[in-house]
């Protein structure tokens, strides 16, 4: 099962920044925090990931806290087609991934 | 920029049929994945494989599943005999050989539908 808990779902104003939380409590050592996502009707697409430290991409933000408990994935301005499933996965290695039910992200025009 | 790609995109089948699901990973990519998701349900991991054998395998991934690499670009999935319950879509993933951490890029899919 995932490691990760996150909400059903959330809502963003277009052109807002959008806050995507996930608690991952029993993270180890050598966990990585991954983000993926899922477009309607699409694979899952790499989003960003990281151990300790903040990361930027094209993409998203991605910030840490400091004890790796939780994290939370940042889009700066959320467009109609930034409109979701966002799933944070732990994983070290090339281990499979563990998806979890996500949080699925409505973005109003 | 580099993509997986699967096909057919849509596979009709017959219970008790065989069906092969074809991907080509990302050219330089080293380990291989197969992954599934039911209608309404979530991603499931199928099978990893990784200097041409099984890494790692679900439960799901019993007698009546497969995976080869039969050339240097192909990566298959064969269902032996197909059961109602088989129908979902089925991806394809593919990554790079790290030590420290990975990225999974995924391909559109497979639909298959068992009739």
């Known amino acids: 099962d995932a490691k990760t808990t996150q909400p059903n779902s959330m809502e963003s104003n277009e052109e807002e920044p959008v806050h995507l939380p996930c608690n991952h409590s029993?993270?180890?050592?050598?966990?990585?925090i991954h983000w993926y996502r899922q477009l309607p009707s699409q694979g899952p697409e790499y989003v960003i990931h990281g151990l300790t430290s903040n990361v930027n991409n094209r993409m998203a933000s991605l910030a840490i806290a400091e004890d790796r408990k939780s994290s939370t994935l940042i889009l700066h301005r959320a467009t109609l087609r930034d409109a979701a499933v966002y799933y944070c996965?732990?994983?070290?290695?090339?281990?499979?991934?563990?998806f979890g039910k996500g949080t699925r992200l409505s973005v109003i025009a | 920029e580099p993509e997986v790609t699967q096909t057919p995109s849509h596979q009709v089948t017959q219970m008790g049929q065989e069906v092969i699901l074809r991907c080509v990973p990302i050219?330089?990519?080293?380990?291989f994945y197969w992954y599934r998701q039911i209608l309404g349900q979530k991603v499931e991991f199928l099978v990893s494989f990784y200097n041409n054998e099984i890494s790692e395998k679900s439960e799901i991934f019993d007698d009546q599943f497969s995976v080869e690499r039969p050339d240097g670009s192909n990566f298959t999935l064969k269902i032996r005999s197909t059961k109602l319950e088989d129908s979902a879509m089925y991806f394809c993933a593919s990554s790079l050989e790290t030590v420290l951490s990975y990225e999974q890029y995924f391909g559109p899919g497979t639909r298959l539908t068992v009739t």
């Open positions: 996965i732990l994983a070290s290695g090339n281990t499979p991934l563990v």
């Open positions: 050219s330089n990519h080293l380990y």
């Open positions: 029993t993270i180890s050592g050598t966990d990585y």
